[in-house]
């Protein structure tokens, strides 16, 4: 017998995400998130236990939770559903309180993790009802906004203004509530009205069009989420021109402008003019830097980013793959190997710049140990070639 | 000999879409390569460009095969697929630069071509502009264009005609005329075939991935004992008015 619907595309669901958690979380990354989630505890606990009640550490608790509480709403809704199940949208009941169990436990990790450092933070000065107070109000929260975002899905309110409410409500029903238990009320009644209010303006019907560029917009995060680690053929490619970048896309010099240098050409284009690849790479080295910056510590900043170059890296060799399977390099009187040696040339270029940078932020934080920083260059050239050449051969097994 | 098919067979796995073709071009002909909805046009040019390998028989473009000097196979042709393909990143001016850059031509003629081919398709103040935001017919003429500034020794073109203006079409013809008159030749797939009847010099017609008739207009009137008869009508003739594999892909 056929499985229903919501089975079989939740169970879909699983599998794409199975098939891409082998590729996240692979034995390096395993390796460095021990490392990093053991050296966070330690130095986050050595903190606190020479902490006194602070309300910075009940608006820091306060904040993370705002952050975390948003859980996503993923109806599974395909394209071609708009014409075969609006007859069927009475009848669907079923289906739709499966996605909502489905979505609710779906990002339930984040805010287990936000609650569980949140916690720690609030063991200082906060007794013990009390943040047993405040881990059911974010569970309630949890719940409200999951129904509230669910709603707003069908509505004519955007996710963004949605987003926006809710993060303030979660912090000031929390914050509040750590400042006098008795104004949990205040949070009730915040989060009882944004749900009301996006109640209020929903669709009589379901709007299937909407709710289907949803899911496809919801997808397309999860796919451009993944591939900061690995390459993702569904995630669809943006491009738009930055201006302000175009003095580095010159053409190139007469006696270079030949096919030795065609796809080197190509590859600064595709990378300067990616909608998402320079954001994700600035957002990496942002993060990677607040992480050394907070560690503080010798040892672990030549770990953590040892590991920034190799998240980069990986970054980075999608550009090749989003290139060599394309129809023109395999029409042009041109060996496959220039784009193999443009990819090279360009990404090692790309690749020192960042090591570069990685090694400046290294230096004003270890200036004694100066010279230690001569390892990230090296560390990500060693990289580069090595994750270069693991492209080529997944791309010549494919091709034969 | 431009191109020459011998007894080709092939597809897109082990099961042959195309069997036992064999036709050839000289220099400064333009063929037609008619056919219904998978007859085989698409898989036999995919062939012809190396983009799938023959089961059997073999393809020579200047008599060479594309295994013995794949780079010197490929220089000789041009490609224009019925359906543009473009790169989201390149404006229009930088698909022209990595053009020349492939095909190592030089670069001020190239350039000078270049801008009279951007002339006669009206293009000529986009080119800093992404060509994926043009309309499907603004987009073919930057195929076009990347195709006629190579100046090869054999045209490719799928379905020329579609999508294109009446201006744009008259444009083409005119280029393909004028290619010819060049001593270049063109193997064009196509199904208006009146148009294909006033300008190319032969027809290779094909049905359920079988050669059916090559040749003129005249060897087919003759070969078909219908005198005076139309390309229309001629093929209606040697297929029966309808395909016998309608549904098969190309």
């Not at chain 1, 606990?45 to 509480?69: H, K, N, Q, R, V």
């Not at chain 1, 975002?149 to 912090?171: E, G, K, M, Y």
């Not at chain 1, 080197?264 to 607040?290: A, C, G, H, Q």
């Not at chain 2, 490719?156 to 083409?172: A, M, Q, R």
Request: glycine share 6%.
């Amino acid at each position: 017998m056929k499985a229903p619907l919501h089975k079989s595309r939740i169970e879909d669901d699983i599998r794409v995400r199975a098939y891409y958690g082998k590729y996240i979380f692979n034995s390096h990354f395993l390796i460095f998130l021990t490392i990093a989630a053991g050296v966070f505890l330690y130095s986050l606990l050595g903190m606190l236990s020479m902490m006194e009640p602070s309300i910075y550490l009940d608006i820091i608790a306060a904040l993370l939770m705002s952050f975390t509480l948003l859980p996503k709403y993923r109806p599974l809704l395909k394209e071609a559903d708009v014409l075969f199940l609006p007859p069927y949208e009475k009848h669907m009941k079923r289906y739709f309180s499966s996605m909502d169990r489905y979505s609710v436990w779906l990002g339930i990790y984040l805010p287990e993790i936000g609650l569980a450092i949140s916690l720690l933070l609030l063991r200082v000065g906060h007794p013990g009802w009390v943040m047993a107070l405040f881990a059911a109000m974010s569970v309630l929260l949890y719940i409200m906004a999951f129904l509230i975002r669910r709603d707003a899905v069908n509505s004519p309110v955007s996710q963004n203004t949605v987003i926006s409410l809710l993060i303030i409500i979660h912090f000031v029903s929390l914050l509040s509530l750590l400042i006098h238990p008795a104004f949990t009320i205040l949070g009730l009644l915040l989060i009882g009205g944004l749900y009301f209010w996006v109640q209020k303006k929903q669709h009589k019907n379901l709007d299937w069009p909407k709710i289907i560029d949803y899911e496809a917009s919801m997808k397309q995060k999860y796919y451009q989420y993944v591939s900061m680690f690995t390459n993702v053929r569904q995630a669809s490619k943006q491009y738009k021109r930055r201006k302000y970048f175009d003095f580095l896309l010159r053409r190139p010099k007469a006696g270079r402008f030949n096919k030795d240098h065609m796809y080197e050409y190509l590859f600064r284009r595709t990378f300067l003019r990616d909608n998402d690849l320079p954001m994700i790479i600035l957002r990496l080295l942002l993060i990677f830097s607040v992480v050394i910056i907070w560690v503080d510590q010798l040892v672990l900043s030549v770990i953590v980013l040892l590991f920034a170059l190799y998240v980069i890296v990986l970054q980075m060799s999608q550009l090749y793959t989003a290139q060599a399977y394309l129809l023109w390099p395999k029409i042009w009187p041109v060996k496959r190997e220039y784009i193999q040696d443009g990819y090279i040339r360009f990404s090692h270029k790309m690749i020192f710049m960042i090591a570069l940078l990685l090694a400046v932020i290294f230096i004003l934080l270890h200036p004694v140990y100066f010279y230690i920083a001569a390892v990230f260059p090296l560390w990500g050239y060693m990289l580069n070639s090595y994750f270069s050449k693991n492209v080529y051969k997944k791309e010549r097994l494919l091709s034969d | 000999m431009v191109l020459n098919i011998e007894k080709l067979t092939g597809g897109y796995s082990k099961t042959a879409v195309i069997h036992d073709i064999s036709f050839n071009i000289k220099a400064g002909e333009i063929v037609g390569l008619i056919g219904l909805n998978g007859a085989g046009k698409s898989t036999t040019i995919k062939h012809i460009l190396g983009l799938l390998n023959p089961q059997a028989g073999r393809i020579e473009v200047n008599g060479i095969e594309i295994g013995e000097d794949t780079e010197e196979y490929r220089r000789a042709l041009a490609y224009i697929p019925e359906s543009p393909i473009l790169y989201e990143e390149l404006t229009l001016n930088e698909h022209i630069d990595m053009t020349i850059m492939a095909y190592g031509l030089e670069e001020g003629m190239a350039w000078e071509r270049a801008e009279q081919l951007l002339k006669v398709f009206r293009l000529d103040e986009k080119g800093e502009m992404f060509p994926t935001h043009f309309s499907k017919g603004m987009k073919q003429k930057v195929m076009l264009i990347c195709a006629f500034i190579v100046e090869p020794d054999l045209y490719i073109i799928d379905e020329p005609f579609l999508g294109l203006d009446p201006l744009g079409i008259e444009s083409l013809i005119e280029l393909m005329v004028s290619e010819r008159t060049e001593g270049r030749s063109i193997l064009m797939s196509t199904h208006i075939l009146s148009t294909a009847e006033r300008y190319c010099d032969r027809y290779v017609i094909l049905d359920d991935g079988r050669l059916l008739v090559s040749g003129t207009i005249d060897e087919l009137r003759d070969g078909l004992g219908m005198p005076g008869a139309s390309l229309d009508e001629l093929y209606l003739s040697l297929t029966g008015g309808a395909g016998s594999n309608e549904s098969t892909p190309s």
